[in-house]
Each structure stands twice: as C-alpha cells, then as structure tokens.
C-alpha cells in the first residue's frame, strides 16, 4: 500500500469515527431547548447576519417574525425582502433614529408601542424565529 493509500485508509477510519460520534449525539438531541441569538458590536453586518438566519428559516418553512425597532419610513431592502412574505410578520417602528427625532416623549411612546407587537411574537407558538432588529 502506497503512503497516500495509506494516509486515506486512516483518514476514511477517523471520520467514519466522527460520524459515529455526531450520528450519536444528533440522535441524543431530543430536547427542543429554544434558542437565543444576540448580536451585539460596532459597525455593520448584525442585521445581515440576522436576516440571513431568517431566509433560512423561511427556507425551511419556518413561521418567522420581523419588529424593526429605530427604522424610519426609508426603502428597506430587508423589509421589501420579506414584508409580502405568508411565513413573514413584519413590524417596522417608522419613526427613525432618536438623535434625528430629539423627542424622547415621542421615541419612549412609539418604543412602548413597537414593543408590544414583539412580546405578542414572542408568547405566540405558532412563531418559530423573531427578529428583534435594532433592539438596543
């Protein structure tokens, strides 16, 4: 046998091992835990990241939930995307960012406002992933 025969034999070994040991723990899994993302960070690519993770699960014919917290009444790709989509609900707060409002009365009541369509998603079971974008 050559060396890379050889090399690929015990190559071959150890992932069979591996998908043994995956199969295992997959199988293992049988509590629906849920699951919590939370990106946080300076700059862009949050909501990228988060709208990707909802094309999946439409994907998957997932029922999905969208509530925009600070976005304004601009062309929103994502928005646009999604708003017309059945395994889509979509909430958008349309009063734009704060230092641009300057009435934290205002901010504070369209917030609240906004809010309550999130914990509505949020207790409803028959929703499988919510977006809260732009949250903080």
Do not use: Y
């Not at 601009?74 to 009063?95: A, I, R, S, Y």
């Amino acid at each position: 046998m050559s060396n890379g025969e050889e090399r690929n034999t015990r190559h071959k070994k150890a992932m069979q091992r591996k998908k043994e040991h995956v199969d295992k723990r997959i199988a293992e899994a049988t509590k629906d835990k849920g699951l919590l993302v939370v990106l946080t960070g300076n700059g862009k690519g949050k909501s990228s990241s988060a709208f990707g993770m909802l094309a999946r699960s439409v994907g998957h014919g997932l029922r999905c939930g969208v509530v925009q917290f600070i976005k304004g009444l601009w062309d929103c790709g994502e928005q646009k995307l999604f708003e017309d989509n059945p395994f889509v609900e979509f909430h958008v707060m349309k009063t734009g960012f704060t230092w641009e409002t300057q009435d934290r009365e205002k901010d504070i009541a369209a917030a609240e406002k906004t809010w309550e369509n999130a914990a509505a998603l949020l207790v409803n079971e028959e929703i499988n992933v919510v977006i809260l974008d732009e949250l903080t």
